[in-house]
């Protein structure tokens, strides 16, 4: 599941930078969400330092699934 969620999350990050048509706070929104979600599934850092990242992190998608899937996943 997690080779296919990075698969996943490559592709999108392909698109996003790839779609000239995408407003520019759109496209950084979503290759914040795509870093912060792959910082998650790695799980190369602490709950409280990921917390931290997804909480300054602006602008940002469903801050609070990501914030779930912190607590959930470690």
């Known amino acids: 599941e997690d080779e296919a969620l990075m698969s996943l999350?490559?592709?999108f990050r392909t698109y996003l930078t790839r779609n000239k048509l995408l407003a520019d706070n759109i496209r950084r929104t979503y290759l914040n969400f795509i870093n912060c979600l792959q910082k998650i599934t790695r799980g190369d850092?602490?709950?409280n330092t990921l917390q931290e990242l997804?909480?300054?992190t602006s602008p940002l998608v469903e801050k609070s699934w990501l914030l779930k899937q912190i607590h959930t996943t470690n």
Do not use: G, K, N, Q
């Open 9 to 11: 999350l490559l592709s």
């Open 45 to 47: 850092r602490d709950v």
């Open 54 to 56: 997804i909480e300054s």
